[in-house]
Nanobody, 122 residues
Framework: QVQLVESGGGLVQAGGSLRLSCAAA????????MGWYRQAPGKQRELVAR???????NYVDSAKGRFTISRDNAKNTGYLQMNSLKPEDTAVYYC????????????????WGQGTLVTVSS
C-alpha cells in the first residue's frame, strides 16, 4: 500500500504565501511524475503543476510565475510553494504521484492524497 500525506494548507490573506508538502509512504521503488491538482467548489479538478522524475515542470497558466513545484527524491516528498496568492486560488489541493511499488506483486500505481484546503481571503 502506498499513501500520500499532504500538509501545509490553511487560511491566508491575498498576497500571502503557503507551502504544501506531499510525503509518500509505503513500499516505493521509484517515483515518476508528481503533480498538484486543485478543485474549487462547483468546479472540476484541474492540474496546477507537475514535475517529472528528471525535474521537468509544467504549470497551469494561472500559476506561472507565482507557484513553484519541487521534489526531494531521497525523501519521496513533493512540494508546492505558492506565492502572491489570490482569492481564486481557494480550493482543495490534491497531490498525485505515479510510483512503482505497493504490495507484492509490485506494480505501477497512481496514488492520490486526501487533499488539503487552501483558503485565500480578500
Amino acid at each position: 500500500q502506498v499513501q500520500l500525506v499532504e500538509s501545509g494548507g490553511g487560511l491566508v490573506q491575498a498576497g500571502g504565501s503557503l507551502r504544501l508538502s506531499c510525503a509518500a509512504a509505503g513500499t516505493i521503488f521509484s517515483m515518476n511524475a508528481m503533480g498538484w491538482y486543485r478543485q474549487a467548489p462547483g468546479k472540476q479538478r484541474e492540474l496546477v503543476a507537475r514535475i517529472t522524475s528528471g525535474g521537468s515542470t509544467n504549470y497551469v497558466d494561472s500559476a506561472k510565475g507565482r507557484f513553484t513545484i519541487s521534489r526531494d527524491n531521497a525523501k519521496n516528498t513533493g512540494y508546492l510553494q505558492m506565492n502572491s496568492l489570490k482569492p481564486e486560488d481557494t480550493a482543495v489541493y490534491y497531490c498525485h504521484a505515479e510510483v512503482f511499488g505497493g504490495t507484492w506483486p509490485y506494480r505501477n500505481l497512481e496514488v492520490w492524497g486526501q487533499g488539503t484546503l487552501v483558503t485565500v481571503s480578500s
